[in-house]
Nanobody, 120 residues
Framework: VQLQASGGGLVQPGGSLRLSCATS????????IGWFRQAPGKEREFVTG?????RYADSVKGRFTISRDNAKSTVYLQMNGLKPEDTAVYYC?????????????????WGQGTLVTVSS
C-alpha cells in the first residue's frame, strides 16, 4: 500500500484545513487508516483513525473529523478550530483492518507527511 498525504499549509488560529491521504496499491476498504502528527521535539502521536468505526484523540474531539471515500481510495481529515498546538507534520498510515490502534508501531505503511502550521 502506498499513501500520499497532502493539504497542509499555514493557517491562522481558528481556521480550517482539510488533509487528504490518497492510497494506492491495495483495496483501501481492507485497511484501517490512521492520522498521526509529530511536532518538533515531540513524539509522534495518534490523532484519529478510521476502520469499522472512528476514534479520536481527546485533544481533537469535536474539532477534527475523519472520513473516507472508498471509490477514490482517499481518506480525509477535516480540521476546524485549529490551535497553535496543532502545528505539526501530519502523517497518514495504514494497517490491515482489525482493532483500531492508536500506537504508531501498529501501522505497517506510512505516507510522507504534510506540514500544518497554525500561527497568526
Amino acid at each position: 500500500v502506498q499513501l500520499q498525504a497532502s493539504g497542509g499549509g499555514l493557517v491562522q488560529p481558528g481556521g480550517s484545513l482539510r488533509l487528504s491521504c490518497a492510497t494506492s496499491g491495495a483495496t483501501v476498504d481492507y485497511y484501517d487508516i490512521g492520522w498521526f502528527r509529530q511536532a518538533p521535539g515531540k513524539e509522534r502521536e495518534f490523532v484519529t483513525g478510521i476502520g469499522g468505526y472512528t476514534r479520536y484523540a481527546d485533544s481533537v474531539k469535536g474539532r477534527f473529523t475523519i472520513s473516507r471515500d472508498n471509490a477514490k481510495s482517499t481518506v480525509y481529515l477535516q480540521m476546524n478550530g485549529l490551535k497553535p498546538e496543532d502545528t505539526a507534520v501530519y502523517y497518514c498510515a495504514a494497517r490491515r483492518s482489525g482493532a483500531l490502534h492508536i500506537t504508531a508501531g501498529a501501522y505497517d505503511y506510512w505516507g510522507q507527511g504534510t506540514l500544518v502550521t497554525v500561527s497568526s
